[in-house]
């Protein structure tokens, strides 16, 4: 019988209508807009000033914290400014402006298609390779990639997941480079094995992708054939439940272990990666390619062309959606992410992400939401958390700013999965309530543990 986690879930419908689009590469814009802020953590350093020439790949940015990460030009050309810019929330963040001209890549570069599947023996090379060139984790937290790799004294893993769960209606980046890059994920997913010292690599992936789960599962074939580094790797189809790709869902899908309240996959022995992450590990280990460029999925039924394209980092928005014919006359919001936990975008200038996986575009039709009515008590919000919350509790609390209550039924769990939300026959919004709330408790938490000054 195929796994699936075990506490909750919803089944949206899939609307992967991009799907059958093969990566294209988008031609590199004429400027560049790339954020300091790539990552979770402190935001990196710039270290280039107006009037710099760089080339493609030369570090732009330094990590400013131990939880930070270097930040890398993605094109050639010439910095014309350091500093605030719009987000794709609209929010004023450092950004290195980088007029365009050619692409001359930094020296030690391997930009072939060559597979190079031999893993180095040192391991501290593996994680250098990976810290130097910028890797953060693309499943959607972007947390740096070594940091991760590297767990605290004390702590131990003895498995590493591959999220390839891509679980989100609409989006199909990871699919397609399931597809066309299997064999350098799997090298990765080798890197990152060595590194922490598992004998034991699950590549999790939804039953609604067989051509992804052949495709990985010949990979893993092939390669465990060419050296014991790919001993103990298996892919495992997954029955199809949002949100399997979160990190506690997916752990205990794979392994039945559940993770505590505000525990991390660590504490029970997993380390959870996403399969575009492990990509980007093999390029930057095997490639020294630092994490510039990254697939992106283009969609919506509004929108004209379904696309997945290969994206340098920092391209805005606006030249990603001229390329592809201009704005849909009738989209009425865009999305970054997916549909359930995307964020809108209010500045369709803003730039292009590590991060950035999806850029959705929906209708008026597609996004009004129906009145909302009192709550019928009937309970469907509780049973599709698959956090073991009580939504309608945590929402009515909430509302009335009863912060040590929330904290008591645990807000501070929420992964903001939207399940609560998308299940209510009453159409409360949830979420938005919950989402406050959280952010609160989770400040007052951090304060209780905060240094005094
Ligand atoms: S958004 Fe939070 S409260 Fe709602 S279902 Fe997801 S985890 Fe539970
Ligand atoms: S799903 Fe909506 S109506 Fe039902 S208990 Fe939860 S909040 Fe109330």
Partial sequence: MMKTFSIGGVHPDDRKISAGCAIEVLPVPKTVYISMAQHLGAPAKPVVVPGDKVKTGQIIGEPAGFISAFVHSSVSGTVKSVGPRKDLAGNPVTHVEI????????????????????????????????????????????????VKLCPPPGKKADILILNGAECEPYLTSDYRIMIEKSRQIVVGAALMKKVLGVGRVVIGIEENKPEAIAMMSEAVRELAVSSPDYAGMEVMTLKKKYPQGGEKQLIDAVTRRQVKSMGLPIDVGAVVQNVATSLAVYEAVQKNKPLIDNTVTVTGECFPK????????????????????????????????????????????????????????????QTRRKPETNCIRCGKCAEACPMGLEPFLLNKLARNGMTDELEQNAVQDCIECGCCLYTCPANIPLLDYIRVAKGEVIRIMRSRTAPKK
């Fill in 99 to 146: 007029e365009v001209d050619g692409d001359e890549w930094m020296e030690g570069i391997d930009t072939s298609d060559t597979l190079a599947a031999e893993v180095p023996a040192d391991v501290q090379f593996i994680i250098d390779r990976i810290k130097g060139n910028g890797v953060v984790g693309l499943g959607g937290a972007t947390f740096p990639t070594n």
């Fill in 306 to 365: 379904q696309s997945n394209l290969l994206v340098r980092v920092g391209t805005p928005l606006s030249y990603i959606i001229d390329f592809l014919g201009g704005m849909p006359a009738d989209a009425a919001k865009v999305i970054s992410g997916g549909p359930m936990m995307g964020k809108a975008v209010s500045n369709l200038d803003a730039a292009t992400l590590k991060g950035t996986s999806s850029v959705l575009f929906l209708t008026e039709a």
